[in-house]
C-alpha cells in the first residue's frame, strides 16, 4: 500500500533529509586515509543527536550501527570496523534518521584521497544515473520509467546494474512502498501521483552486475570484487516534477572547504 503524503508531511521529510545531507557532508570533511569506518560511524550519530534526532538504521532489522559504510568492492550495509581508509578507495555512506515521526535515508559515495581515473568515472556515472531517474520522477509517469533511465545512463557507460537491492517509498517507515528498482522498462510499474515520496538509489558496479551476500548477516559485495558505487535521494513527486528532499551541495561545499 502507497500512503500518499500531505504537504505538511513532506516537509517533515525534507527536515530529515537536510539534516541526513548535513550529516553526510560533516562525515565527508572526515574521510580521510588512517580514519577508521568507526570513527565516522561515531561522528555522524553524535551529529544527529545533536540534532534532535536519532540515528535511522541502528537497531533497524538489528543493524548495529548508524551509518552502512561500504568500501570499495562492498556494494552496501557494510558494518562500520577498525578497517581505516586508504588512499584510493571509494566509501559508500549510507545514514538514515528519524526525527517527529518521519525517516530520512540518503547516501553518498566519496573518493578517499586520489582515485583511479575509471573509479572517478564510476562515481560520476552512478551520480548522473540518478539524476536521470529523478528527471522521470513526476505525476503521471510510472516507476519503470525512473528504472529504464538509471539502468540505460549506467549501462551506455559500460556499467552495470545490482538487481537484488531497490528503492523504496519512505515516510513513517524507512521502507515503503513502492519498490523502485534501477533497471526496468519505461511504463511499467506503479503509477507515481503527487504526494508520494520515494528513495532513488542507484546501485551501480563497474564491472559484473552479480553480488554475493557475506556471512556477516548485511555486507553485500560485488562477485569479482570490482568497486561499487551508490548514491540515495529521498524525492517527493509533485505536479511539475520531483521536489527533491536531499541536498548533495550541503556535501559538496563542504568537500571544497
Ligand atoms: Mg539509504
Ligand atoms: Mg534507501
Redo the contacts with the bound molecule.
Sequence with gaps: MIHLKTQEEVELLRENNLLVSATLAEVGKHIKPGITTLQLDAIAEQFIRSHGAVPG?LGYGGFPNTL?VSVNEQV?HGIPSDYALREGDIVSV???TIMKGFYG???YTFAVGRIEPEIQQLLDVTKEALYKGVAQAKAGNRVGDISAAVQEHAEKNGCSVVRELVGHGLGRNMHEDPEVPNYGARGRGPLLKEGMVI?I?PMINLGTKYVVFERDGWTVRTRDRKPSA?F?FAVAIGKGGADVLTDFSIIENALKA
Design positions: 538504521f552502512c552496501v549510507d545514514c538514515g535515508d540518503s547516501a528513495c538509489e551508490h540515495e
